[in-house]
Structure formats: C-alpha cells, structure tokens
Nanobody
Framework: QVQLVESGGDSVQAGGSLRLSCKLSGYGYRSAYCMAWFRQAPGKEREGVAAIEGDGTIYYADSVKGRFAISIDSAENALYLQMNSLNPDDTAMYYC????????????????????????WGKGTLVTVSS
C-alpha cells in the first residue's frame, strides 16, 4: 500500500514562487528508485518536469531549468519541487510519482522523466500562475 499525496499548489502572480510537497507512505526501503514531478495543462500532453534518482542524478525539462529544483528528504519520506520565477506557462496540474520494483539503478533518469516504471502516482495539486 503505497500512497503519495501532493500539497502546495496555489494561485500566484507571475514571478512568484511555490514549493510543492509530496508525502510518501508505505514506500519503504528500495535499493534503486526514481521519483519525479509531472504536469499537465488543459489541451497539452503530460510533461516530465523534474526527476531524481536514488543516486542523486537529476533531470529537468528545458522549460524549467534554472527555475525549479527537485529534492528528497529521506527522513521525512518527502519529495519537493521548489518553483521560482513562475510564469503562466507553468499553469498545470502537478503530479508526483515514484517508481516500483521494475526500476533499476542503471536506468537513465531520462526514462524516469517519461514515466517508465512509474507505478505510484499522487492525485495532483493545481498550480495557477496569473500574468
């Protein structure tokens, strides 16, 4: 029983910041894993925003490089996404996700960022950025 719950979504003005949190329960110890943030805006395809592997390897979509930062707090079983310099193009439902047993350490983080082996997903938290 693995559960992911996002929080932190809000409505903000362009240029503002938000910190999204994802609390995981029932995940336990895994020798290899990848966790990621995805987003989907109305009429748009799902986009892998950022991903982080257990070895520390990180991926960012070009659209958010330099503005967003993904991190994990293992002690708190939490995944975070710090979002700065937000613009209206960042408006979307944001989902956190985590890989299951089919993920291995040798897999590239880019695979994680397209949802490979993503067995667990949160319900999403809405981010709205006004111009």
């Amino acid at each position: 029983q693995v559960q992911l719950v996002e929080s932190g979504g809000d409505s903000v003005q362009a240029g503002g910041s938000l910190r999204l949190s994802c609390k995981l329960s029932g995940y336990g110890y895994r020798s290899a894993y990848c966790m990621a943030w995805f987003r989907q805006a109305p009429g748009k395809e799902r986009e892998g925003v950022a991903a982080i592997e257990g070895d520390g390897t990180i991926y960012y979509a070009d659209s958010v490089k330099g503005r967003f930062a993904i991190s994990i707090d293992s002690a708190e079983n939490a995944l975070y996404l710090q979002m700065n310099s937000l613009n209206p193009d960042d408006t979307a439902m944001y989902y956190c996700s985590a890989t299951g047993d089919s993920w291995y350490a040798q897999f590239p983080v880019s695979a994680c960022a397209v949802g490979y082996a993503m067995d667990y997903w949160g319900k999403g938290t809405l981010v709205t950025v006004s111009s």
